[in-house]
């Protein structure tokens, strides 16, 4: 079925999660590496594409290696299935409460789905935006001082910092959640109402 080339990788990525991890500004690291601020900025979200001396020279000032920023670049391409798992039949009155990921590796969207009930006292708050959608049965959700009731087909949007809980309110519910991921600082920018 014709060739598969290897895609080329993304740095930029790898590149803001260990500067953010050793919580460097970006002007820091362009005053270790000797490259420009603006430069930088675009490597991170992958607008530039970095020579091998200058990925060094970034590497260098984030205390690691090329090599080992190439190894946790993402694909710029990629095609990932997640099979269904199948649920043991389990003899007995209710079946355990099951979670699954939906998506493999650090990308920017993650995604779960969730079988069943779980700690419905559990209150959740994530930094960045995330819909529920209710692929069978029902749940109630509580989010801002208000309860809402979602059936099979419904979605809730939750835009980042909102406390929420929920429950399933019928057997076997299952409930996918997809989310900008925690590594992603998409937040919204309090003073100027907008996402950085």
């Avoid at 990788?9 to 590496?33: C, D, N, P, W, Y």
């Avoid at 920017?108 to 692929?135: I, K």
């Avoid at 910092?161 to 900008?180: E, F, S």
């Amino acid at each position: 079925m014709g060739d598969h080339k290897e895609q080329p990788l993304r740095v930029g990525a790898a590149v803001r999660r260990r500067r953010r991890s050793l919580e460097l500004t970006l002007a820091v690291v362009a005053e270790r590496s000797g490259l420009s601020v603006p430069f930088l900025s675009q490597i991170e979200n992958d607008r530039a594409r970095p020579s091998t001396g200058s990925l060094e020279k970034v590497a260098d000032a984030l205390r690691t290696t090329a090599v080992e920023l190439l190894a946790a670049a993402d694909p710029a391409c990629s095609v990932d299935v997640v099979r269904a798992e199948v649920p043991e039949q389990v003899a007995g009155p209710v079946p355990e409460p099951r979670s699954r990921s939906l998506v493999r590796g650090h990308h920017q969207m993650h995604a779960s789905e969730f079988t069943g009930d779980h700690e419905a006292g559990r209150e959740f708050q994530y930094r960045n935006d995330q819909l529920m959608y209710v692929a069978d049965g029902a749940v109630e959700i509580e989010a801002e001082g208000r309860a809402y009731r979602l059936g099979r087909g419904d979605t809730l949007y939750l835009t980042g910092g909102v406390r929420h809980r929920w429950r399933a309110t019928v057997p076997d519910t299952r409930v996918v959640v997809v989310a900008v991921a925690e590594h992603i600082e998409a937040v919204r920018d309090r003073d100027r109402g907008r996402k950085r």
